[in-house]
């Protein structure tokens, strides 16, 4: 998956975005910001903090550190294809249904940067594009997203 704070494109992120690579653009104009740093990852973690449930966590964080513990949330480390490295992995837009396990959803990476509820929670996961080994580079095409 793709981790960060999902922000509809009709919120503010114009001090996270100044020079910031990880933000990664989805087909409607909703961004996820990926950055484990600086002023993403202070809003990340306030977002998360704010939408607990009692002792239920309702996003991961601790793809904010340094060491990864979620093997879920390692889309910020997938490395753009090029003509000597082709493309193993792709990525699927999804959003959260509203029945999703409340109690898993302490493993989603994702959170979004308002508490508005209209809409699903959109994640974005990688999908294999082949079989991969342990410990191989992961890429893909920038550019491309399954719709």
């Keep these: 998956m793709y981790p960060g704070t999902v922000y509809q494109k009709y919120e503010p992120i114009f001090f996270q975005s100044i020079g910031n690579p990880f933000i990664f ?18 809003v990340y973690r306030s977002c998360n903090g704010r939408d607990r449930l009692g002792p239920l966590k309702m996003s991961d964080s601790t793809w904010l550190t340094s060491e990864i513990h979620n093997p879920l949330a390692v889309g910020q480390y997938v490395n753009n294809c090029s003509n000597d490295r082709a493309a193993n992995v792709c990525y699927q837009e999804f959003d959260v249904p509203a029945v999703f396990p409340i109690e898993l959803k302490q493993y989603l990476p994702n959170i979004d940067y308002s508490n508005d509820k209209q809409s699903p929670l959109r994640c974005v996961v990688l999908v294999a594009l082949r079989d991969i080994k342990q410990g191989e580079e992961l890429f893909s095409n920038y550019y491309t997203i399954v719709s």
């Design 25 to 42: 653009r989805c087909l409607d104009g909703v961004l996820i910001d990926g950055n484990d740093k600086g002023i993403s990852k202070v």
